[in-house]
């Protein structure tokens, strides 16, 4: 069975940090990109990744918002990918979702996880 489970969400004041987990099992972890997708409160989900990795080559992509802010990286002997987020603002509050994907983190994910929530205050 594929499952993707987030975890490390919570409750954090402007110019802090959290650092987001996401566990995969149940497919080649080693041949998959990973993306964290974010839903904004009152809109649907992005369909634009905010942060990917490739554990095939290593490869990154960043939106523009959270460039030099976020860092994604992976453990390919835990099967995790970690979204380390830093100098946090109040439009960073979204549920972010971990994705897989056979080919890059864009339409068309393979497998999603339930989400965890970031809310940052002011």
């Known amino acids: 069975e594929v499952q993707l489970v987030e975890s490390g969400g919570g409750l954090v004041q402007a110019g802090g940090s959290l650092r987001l987990s996401c566990a995969a099992s149940?497919?080649?972890?080693?041949?998959?990109?990973i993306g964290w997708f974010r839903q904004f409160p009152g809109q649907e989900r992005e369909g634009v990744s905010t942060?990917?990795?490739?554990?095939?080559?290593?490869?990154?992509y960043y939106d523009g918002s959270v460039l030099g802010r976020f860092t994604i990286s992976s453990d390919n002997a835990k099967n995790t990918v970690y979204l380390e987020m830093n100098s946090l603002k109040p439009e960073d509050t979204a549920v972010y979702y971990c994705a897989a994907s056979s080919t890059w983190c864009a339409k068309g994910m393979n497998y999603w996880g339930k989400g965890t929530q970031v809310t940052v205050f002011s």
């Open positions: 942060a990917c990795i490739s554990n095939s080559d290593g490869s990154t």
């Open positions: 149940g497919f080649t972890f080693g041949s998959y990109a």
